[in-house]
């Protein structure tokens, strides 16, 4: 059974992206709400959860000029570089396939844990 995380009032979810030009957007659902917001590219893009949340499910769709990773994290700083087990911060991570290469316009990314 997956973990459901759960974050304190004020406390972030950050959603680094890596691999230039890996832009798209993010939709975030809690127990409470509905989060949406655009990914700028290798960036620590972030919500700021405005009450106590339970993360249920992100969908992620994006694209990428070349090959690049997306990483769920509670820290601010990505750990997608550093070889071996990431910490527990981290809830997910995906590989983006680089548009240039693959011939895909657009890629989606579901991380569930419901």
């Known amino acids: ?3 459901k995380p759960n974050f304190a009032i004020l406390s972030y979810l950050y959603i680094h992206t890596a691999g230039a030009g890996n832009t798209g957007y993010a939709n975030v659902y809690t127990t409470k709400r509905a989060y949406v917001m655009n990914l700028v590219a290798a ?3 972030s919500i700021q959860f405005q009450a106590n949340e339970t993360l249920k499910r ?18 601010s700083s ?3 570089a550093i070889a ?4 527990p911060d981290v809830l997910g991570r995906v590989d983006v396939e680089a548009v240039t ?5 657009q890629q989606n990314y579901e991380f569930n844990f419901d």
């Open 1 to 3: 059974m997956p973990v």
């Open 43 to 45: 960036t620590a893009n």
């Open 58 to 75: 992100v969908y992620i769709s994006t694209k990428c000029a070349a090959a690049g990773s997306i990483e769920l994290s509670r820290q």
């Open 78 to 80: 990505s750990q997608a």
């Open 84 to 87: 071996g087990l990431a910490t």
């Open 101 to 105: 290469t693959s011939g895909l316009p």
